[in-house]
């Protein structure tokens, strides 16, 4: 059984940063990809960014402004987020794929107040 647990959300000024963790805990896989998605009320979940073996993407969004970083060792990831922005705000989702399946955390909230 895979485990996917974020922390570091919270409540931040605009133009202000915050750093959210992921790690998928678990025995006996190999985790493919593993990302960020978000979603704010009345809205569709959205893309943030994800590491597939090395190679990342981000949303428009979010280019130049956030960071992931991620350790395969740990089967960690970590979104560094500056310059933040009110519609930033949403409740972040990790999740991380081991073969065609992918498991998702349970989210954590941030808010970005103008």
């Known amino acids: 059984q895979v485990q996917v647990v974020e922390s570091g959300g919270g409540l931040v000024q605009a133009g202000g940063s915050l750093t959210l963790s992921c790690a998928a805990s678990?025995?006996?896989?190999?985790?493919?990809?593993m990302g960020w998605y978000r979603q704010a009320p009345g809205k569709q979940r959205e893309f943030v960014a994800s590491?597939?073996?090395?190679?990342?993407n981000y949303a428009d969004a979010v280019l130049g402004r956030f960071t992931l970083s991620r350790d395969n060792a740990k089967n960690t990831v970590s979104l560094q987020m500056n310059s933040l922005k009110p519609e930033d705000s949403a409740v972040y989702y990790c999740?991380?794929?081991?073969?065609?399946?992918?498991?998702w955390g349970q989210g954590t909230q941030v808010t970005v107040s103008s």
């Open positions: 999740y991380a794929r081991i073969g065609t399946v992918g498991y």
């Open positions: 678990g025995s006996g896989f190999r985790i493919n990809t």
């Open positions: 590491d597939t073996r090395g190679l990342t």
